[in-house]
């Protein structure tokens, strides 16, 4: 029965392909966002309220008598949105600010992962500069230096020399960059990146499809690392007998970890992994869905999202049905990005895309669609394979009109040419 309304909080890509998903499910009615921006609001009613105002939300859901809230971003759930959501007997599908620990704090998750056995790589944690130098400076490079909170995918350095180390510890420790705080310094781990993301609830966990994405500004994997420059899926080189190692050792022990230790996670736990030459290990984990992965994960969902996510809060069982088309995204930027860019610059030619498209930054002005963001769309071919996704994806990129934009031709590339 169509007759479900849900409140998706956040504003960006992720969280249109949440509401693009939501809107295909045969029980959603009504689809609230906020803030959302000016691509959701062609699915969804659009609220002007901020992702940590958690008080503002709470009541906005019970005013309107929202039956489910899905929290996109990492910052509403650093604020203890579903916390309070629960205290209001309000349903949330997101994990708890204790929870959500093993993204907010990385000296958590490396502990929590030395305790139960979940390879990963070796690590040491400082909150001295001197200290964690002398450590530094007396091993092998190259060494990851991660800071141990939230730092909106920036706060990661592979150090490859000395000076890059110190500066990286710098830059952290001395100078606060990100906030007060600690460093992670990890061993350097060679091999393909991947990301696998599941919804958990307790102990269940139900597997979403593979996908891998593209942290360098530009081409051939070259210049800063960023939130992401796009992503596809499904990911050839994860073989059924990797998914099932990292499935069984890795993120199912996971989940049974954070039971044990008093933290159930409720929600979508996402495994950054990498395949090295001993098989899977962690990178990184994340207590939501990944951004751009959720863009080319999602569409290939033909099962009821609604049902997905209300069988995880309340710890029900659910299959989950996907296609075989191959997605491959590719995200348009600002010039600058991740650096300072511009804002305001008009989009034209949306309306000639027959590919998806997911709005990342934008707004309306004046009855326009204008960028108002670094990542600001990301166009989502859909084919057989990668190469068809992404020669789909690149045609339509040609019809997008904004001369501040600029992308990477080359997604996939590492299983393509």
Known sequence: MKDKKVLVVGSGGRCHAIVEALSRSPQVDKIYCAPGNAGIAALAECVAIGVT??????????????????????????????????????KAFGPTKAAAQIESSKEFAKELMAKYEIPTAGYKAFDNYEEAKEYVFGRALPAVIKYDGLAAGKGVV?????????????????????????????????????????????????????????????????????????????????????????????????????????????????????????????????????????????????????????????????????SNDALLGIVLASNGYPGSYPKGAVIGGLERVESQVFHMGTSEKDGSIVTAGGRVLMVVGRGKDLAEARKMALEDI????????????????????
Not at 55 to 77: I, R, S, W
Not at 400 to 408: G, K, M, P, Q, S
Request: aromatic share 10%; proline share 5%.
């Open 53 to 90: 105002d958690v008080e503002a939300l709470a009541e906005f859901a019970k005013q309107n008598g929202v039956d489910l809230t899905v929290v996109g971003p990492e910052a509403a759930l650093a604020v203890g949105l579903v916390d309070r959501f629960n205290e209001l007997g309000l």
């Open 158 to 322: 592979v150090a490859e020399s000395y000076d890059d180390a110190d500066a990286a510890l710098k830059d952290m420790l001395l100078d606060e960059s990100f906030g007060k705080g600690r460093v992670v310094v990890e061993d350097f781990l060679a091999g393909p990146e991947f990301s696998f993301m599941c919804v958990v609830s307790g102990e269940k966990i139900y597997p979403l499809a593979m996908a891998q994405d593209h942290k360098r500004a530009y081409e051939g994997d070259k210049g800063p690392n960023t939130g992401g420059m796009g992503a596809y899926s499904p990911v050839p080189f994860v073989t059924a007998e990797v998914e099932e190692f990292a499935l069984e050792r890795i993120m199912k022990p996971t989940a049974k970890a954070m039971v044990a230790e008093g933290v159930p996670f409720k929600g979508v736990l996402y495994g950054g992994l990498i395949l090295t030459a001993d098989g899977p290990k962690v990178i990184e984990f994340n207590a939501r869905f990944g951004d751009p992965e959720t863009e080319v994960v999602l569409p290939r969902l033909e099962s009821d999202i609604y049902e997905l996510f209300d069988a995880a809060v309340d710890g029900r069982d659910c299959e989950t049905k996907w």
């Open 398 to 417: 040609a019809k997008i009109e904004c001369d501040t934009l600029f992308f990477r031709s080359d997604i996939g590339h590492k299983v393509l040419d």
